[in-house]
C-alpha cells in the first residue's frame, strides 16, 4: 500500500507564497507520475500541476507561470511551489500518484490520493 502525505498549506495573503511538500511512503510508491490537484467545495476537483519521472511538467493554464512542481524520486517526495497567490487558488490540495498516465491533469488516471492540506489566500 501507498500512502501519501502532504504539508505546507496555509493561510498568506495574495501575492504571497506558499510551498506544498508531498511525502510517499509505503511499497510500490515510486509512481510513475505524480500531481496536484484542488478542490472547492461544490466544486470539481481540478488538476493543477503535473511531472513524471523524466521531469516533464504540465501545468494548467490558470496556474501556469506562478506555480512551480518538483519532484525528488530518491527522497519520494513531490513539491509545489506557489507564487503570486490569488484569491481563486483558495482550496483544498491534494497530491496523487498513478502508473501510465496519458492526462496527466485528469484525476480519474491516478490511484493514490494524499489527504489534502489547505491552501487560503486573502485579498
Known amino acids: 500500500q501507498v500512502q501519501l502525505a502532504e504539508s505546507g498549506g496555509g493561510s498568506v495573503q495574495a501575492g504571497g507564497s506558499l510551498r506544498l511538500s508531498c511525502v510517499a511512503s509505503?511499497?510500490?510508491?515510486?509512481?510513475?507520475?505524480m500531481a496536484w490537484f484542488r478542490q472547492v467545495p461544490g466544486q470539481v476537483r481540478e488538476g493543477v500541476a503535473a511531472?513524471?519521472?523524466?521531469?516533464?511538467?504540465t501545468y494548467a493554464p490558470s496556474v501556469k507561470g506562478r506555480f512551480t512542481i518538483s519532484r525528488d524520486i530518491a527522497k519520494n517526495t513531490l513539491n509545489l511551489e506557489m507564487i503570486n497567490l490569488k484569491v481563486e487558488d483558495t482550496a483544498m490540495y491534494y497530491c496523487?500518484?498513478?502508473?501510465?498516465?496519458?492526462?496527466?491533469?485528469?484525476?480519474?488516471?491516478?490511484?493514490?490520493w494524499g489527504q489534502g492540506t489547505q491552501v487560503t489566500v486573502s485579498s
Open positions: 496523487a500518484a498513478g502508473w501510465w498516465v496519458a492526462d496527466k491533469l485528469a484525476d480519474l488516471e491516478y490511484d493514490v
Open positions: 511531472i513524471d519521472t523524466l521531469g516533464d511538467s
Open positions: 509505503g511499497s510500490n510508491k515510486n509512481r510513475n507520475s
